[in-house]
């Protein structure tokens, strides 16, 4: 095995740079021992090596933290400086490697193995040579940092080896490329690297001067929008005319730079902003073009509140506003555990269903308390054409968006809760049918993509919690009603709405008044005789302004007598004093048992109300009358009744052909007020059999059902509001159909408890509770049933079993 040469040669460590052989440069030496090596050298004319260090912060640094491949280079001169440094010119002989370090005390000392160059001449190297010069010659071209004196004298060099190395000297590389390349042994190897690093260098070159070229494009176009925009000015203010019209595009163009919008409406926005810059400032149309760039703009597109729903918050927050309404608030909780856990707001869209004055509204408000988001609110009550909500097209003149983008705008945030006041107050005609436009805005599905005809992009409405609010359903299309769930906030009882005055209505009255606390103390009778006498409703209004009306008299009382701390205490019989007659009575049941007069139940917009049934007999040509404003559908109720009266002749104890011999006729008392339904039909029937048979109804039952011709019961709807008005009205018995035994489940207990509630399956047997018979006396006597009815039975068909 051949044995390796080596020699000894002082050892100098360098820091950011790699000497190449054939390289000439100055070095400022100031570490004791590297100038100890430089002296060495210089004295006994030796070569010094020089090898660069791996990190360039260590000040002394070990055999570890030095590359094994450096150059062995000749000491050119030696310059004193002042400080106490050298300044060395070295020239780079030969690549070497270090064998091992030898130890010595002034300075370091390695054994060194020389790399001697083995100049190839294959077809590889004559090709990368080629490819070299060329890439170099470019590279100069590109950057025009090199002299052309550099390039010449490259140019000159015969060796492949050397033109490799003077090439790396002039290259800006880091210092860990270069020693790279003078690490490499085969030459090949070396040029193919020195001309990645070119090429890299050219393309980082040619960047930097398209970035440079843009940079300097830009600015001129910068400078010369300014000075023409000056000129305009100039211009203008020649002319009288203001610098608004250009200030505020240029307003509007910052707006729509800073607003976070989607890319579709800011493209939208950006050419409407060409468009406005082109057109003259007096233009009917630039303010159309600007107000449409307003809407963009001023729209929540992605803004919104963060919400963190707290069900034990919502809870106490519901229950602070609102009294009572157990199941309403229930379900609206239930709702927002769903959206707690959720996060997304999907599927139905509330809809709260009750009369007038029960809180739907301001339990809206809650809701959006309780979620911790902003509330808006829209009322549709009268709104009739479609443009209402889904606005006009821009071509029309002083188009608008629709109500629902102007609410999303005065909302200022994405996810708000959003009130759609009185949704069955909405009216349809030849302009269109607002309530389908409301389809696409109620529907999870779709909303996602509202595209109202102004702003004419798709708007996102889904973060929106929507949530309606109704008197009745009658006036809600199927369709809609489809896509809400229904939540029903019946009336208020006698003791809630007590609880609801003394907690909420009579400190805010007192507020509103002028009156500090304690200065207007109202009994308990008090509170009864104002809910029972002065006001007669579901919800809690008329309470609120008889209670008002009682502070403003009694202010004006206390101002006139100049007593300004007095202190008032209102009982039944004050009320009565300050607020005059009472404008109802209170136990609407008749006080004794009447012929032909029977209490029924019904529903109205306003909650439940108790209807009084009459009917007389005179001598006729059985000629049935019917009075009192009464609907088709109660009328055909009345008819059914009398059919079924008829049918019942014998049993009753009456002639067959009573009919023909009387004129019946029955009226419903108040008139004016109009009615319909056929839950009336039992009472109807209750009240001719009574006349016919001239025994009295008992005055403490109502009831209500609608009847079929053979006497059975139908059931029906609103029985809540029904019992509540039967307990407002004194009444202690209810008869109700069999089939709504299973809606008192959703009657307050208070008010089962105190009502006497009896389900009846059939007419007969609400006769015979309703009808005072004397002593001794039957209802129904057991007759043969009459031969016509063997006649006249219809055959069963079972083919629909």
């Not at 010595?104 to 193995?113: D, H, P, R």
């Not at 308390?369 to 479609?386: I, T, W």
Request: glycine residues 6%.
């Amino acid at each position: 095995m051949k044995e390796i040469e080596t020699k000894l040669y002082p050892l100098m460590p360098l820091r950011d740079i790699v000497i190449f052989p054939h390289m000439v440069a100055p070095l400022v030496v100031g570490r004791t021992r590297s100038i100890e090596a430089l002296e060495d050298a210089m004295e006994k004319r030796t070569e010094i090596f020089l090898v660069t260090q791996k990190d360039s912060k260590v000040d002394d640094p070990t055999e570890k933290e030095i590359n094994t491949v450096g150059t062995l280079a000749v000491v050119m001169q030696l310059l004193r400086l002042p400080d106490g440094t050298i300044k060395a010119l070295v020239e780079g002989k030969q690549r070497a490697k270090i064998v091992s370090f030898v130890a010595s005390t002034a300075f370091s000392q390695v054994e060194v193995q020389e790399l001697p160059e083995t100049e190839e001449t294959s077809g590889q190297i004559l090709a990368y040579d080629r490819e070299l010069r060329k890439i170099f010659a470019e590279f100069c071209e590109t950057t025009k940092k090199l002299p052309k004196e550099v390039v010449k004298s490259v140019n000159n060099i015969e060796k492949s080896s050397k033109l490799v190395d003077v090439i790396c000297a002039h290259l800006p590389l880091k210092t860990e490329e270069k020693q790279a390349i003078l690490e490499c042994d085969s030459l090949a190897l070396r040029m193919e690297k020195v001309m990645e690093f070119i090429q890299r260098e050219i393309e980082v070159s040619e960047l930097e001067r398209d970035i440079n070229e843009k940079v300097k494009k830009r600015m001129g176009k910068i400078q010369r929008n300014y000075y023409l925009g000056e000129k305009a000015r100039v211009i203008q203010r020649e002319m009288g005319q203001n610098e608004d019209g250009l200030d505020e595009i240029a307003e509007l163009e910052e707006t729509v730079k800073k607003k976070d919008l989607p890319a579709v409406a800011r493209d939208k926005a950006v050419k409407e902003l060409k468009k406005l810059r082109s057109m003259p400032p007096m233009s009917a149309e630039t303010t159309v073009v600007r107000n449409y760039i307003d809407c963009i703009v001023s729209l929540p597109w992605k803004k919104k509140t963060k919400t963190a729903i707290d069900i034990n918050k919502a809870e106490v927050i519901l229950n602070e506003d609102h009294y009572g309404l157990e199941k309403p608030k229930e379900r609206i909780l239930e709702y927002l555990a769903v959206q707690a856990q959720v996060k997304k707001i999907r599927g139905p869209i509330l809809c709260l269903v009750g009369p007038p004055g029960v809180g739907k509204t301001s339990i809206c408000k809650s809701i959006a308390r309780a979620m911790g988001r902003k509330f808006v609110r829209l009322s549709l009550g009268g709104v009739r054409d479609e443009a209402e909500i889904r606005g006009h097209r821009r071509t029309y003149i002083g188009a608008m968006p629709g109500k629902i983008i102007q609410s999303m705008q005065k909302a200022e945030v994405a996810n708000p809760v959003f009130c759609l006041d009185e949704v069955d107050k909405m009216s349809t005609d030849f302009r269109g049918d607002p309530s389908s436009a409301l389809l696409e805005v109620l529907d999870p599905e779709q909303n996602n993509t509202f595209n109202d005809h102004y702003l004419d992009l798709d708007y996102d409405l889904s973060e929106v919690f929507f949530i309606t609010t109704a008197n009745n359903l009658h006036g809600i299309p199927v369709p809609l009603q489809d896509r809400m769930e229904i939540i029903r906030l019946n009336g208020y009882t006698e003791g809630e709405k007590q609880k609801i005055a003394e907690g909420y209505l009579i400190p805010k009255q007192l507020e509103a008044n002028g009156f500090k606390p304690g200065d207007i103390q109202i009994t308990d009778g008090g509170i009864l005789e104002l809910i029972r006498r002065y006001t007669r409703e579901a919800g809690v209004r008329s309470l609120e302004r008889n209670l008002a009306s009682l502070c403003r008299k009694i202010a004006r009382d206390r101002l006139k007598k100049k007593l300004k701390d007095k202190h008032y205490r209102i009982t039944a019989q004050s009320v009565l004093k300050y607020l005059g007659t009472p404008v109802y009575r209170f136990g609407l049941a008749e006080e004794r048992d009447e012929i032909g007069l029977t209490t029924g139940l019904a529903w109205t917009e306003v909650g439940g109300e108790l209807l009084q049934i009459e009917a007389t007999l005179m001598p006729g040509t059985g000629k049935l009358t019917i009075t009192g404003k009464l609907g088709d559908v109660m009328q055909e109720s009345a008819q059914a009744a009398l059919s079924y009266v008829r049918s019942r002749a014998l049993r009753l104890g009456l002639e067959t052909d009573f009919y023909q011999k009387l004129d019946i006729h029955i009226h419903v008392p108040e008139g004016a007020i109009p009615k319909d339904g056929p839950s009336a039909g039992i009472t109807i029937a209750t009240t001719l059999v009574s006349a016919l048979l001239k025994a009295p109804v008992r005055h403490e039952i109502a009831m209500t059902g609608e009847i079929t011709l053979r006497g059975r019961i139908l059931p029906i709807g609103g029985l809540t509001e029904k019992l509540l008005a039967a307990k407002r009205g004194n009444i202690t018995h209810v008869l109700i159909p069999k089939d709504n035994e299973r809606n008192l489940a959703d009657v307050p207990a208070n008010i089962r408890k105190s009502l006497v509630i009896e389900c009846m399956e059939h007419v007969d047997d609400v006769l015979e509770r309703a009808i005072v018979l004397k002593e001794g006396e039957t209802l129904f006597k057991d007759l043969p049933v009459p031969v016509v009815y063997g006649e006249i039975a219809l055959p069963v068909d079972n083919s629909h079993h």
